[in-house]
């Protein structure tokens, strides 16, 4: 039986606008953490100019398979083993990255090793698209974020919402520079960034 998310059926077609826009020019993309694998297949599908690369840490593998199996494109690719502490990351250049829902629960190392591993496969000229909630100059968007916030660090005192102008310095470090910031439903956004060398 196939993992499902409901989070991944609510947002799809928002984000799915973003990427049309995004990865116009795009001819392959990563997607790390594809978790479910629901985002990829339908991603995959609506666009379908792309080779969509997914990625997960092995135990999600499984999940992955599944869909792509049942309801994957020729365009949508088997999962690379890809933990962000761990694993050694692609040879390929890719033209887009996309992720979502990843950095709010991962530590900070991870978040800082993710950005690192992102500057050696993002094309020049590519451009990396990240979905989820952001707090914008140390300060929560909504009190769902701030909520949602208190509940993470519960489960994981080294999780949390980021701050969007920590995340650019990251991005910052390996030649990206954040060129949109698009309002999402359920205060989430996708913030952009482009690699300028």
């Known amino acids: ?13 928002p984000i799915l606008a973003v ?14 953490g594809s978790g479910t694998g629901q985002h990829a297949v339908f991603f995959a599908r609506e666009l379908p100019h792309l080779q969509w690369q997914t990625s997960d840490r092995l ?6 398979i599944a869909w792509l199996s049942e309801e ?18 692609p040879r390929h250049r890719y ?15 991870a978040v800082e090793n993710l950005f690192a591993g992102i500057g050696g496969v993002l094309a020049s000229g ?10 914008v100059d140390g300060q929560y968007t909504s009190e769902s974020n701030a909520q949602f916030d208190a509940w993470l660090k519960q489960r994981d005192p080294k999780s949390g919402i980021r701050d969007r102008a920590a995340l650019d310095e990251l991005a910052r470090k390996q030649g990206l520079r954040r ?19």
């Open 1 to 13: 039986m196939k993992p499902f998310a409901e989070s991944c059926e609510q947002n799809k077609r």
């Open 19 to 32: 990427l049309r826009e995004e990865f116009a020019q795009a001819a392959t993309v990563l997607e790390i």
């Open 59 to 64: 135990e999600n593998h499984p999940g992955i």
């Open 72 to 89: 994957g494109g020729a365009n949508v690719h088997l999962p690379l083993a890809l933990d962000v502490n761990h694993d050694p990351w």
């Open 95 to 109: 033209d887009g990255i996309f992720s979502a829902n990843t950095v709010h629960i991962m530590d900070w190392e």
């Open 126 to 135: 590519g451009r990396f698209c990240l979905y989820g909630p952001f707090n």
């Open 179 to 197: 060129v949109a910031d698009h309002e999402m439903p359920a205060n989430n956004r996708i913030l952009v960034w482009r690699r300028e060398d």
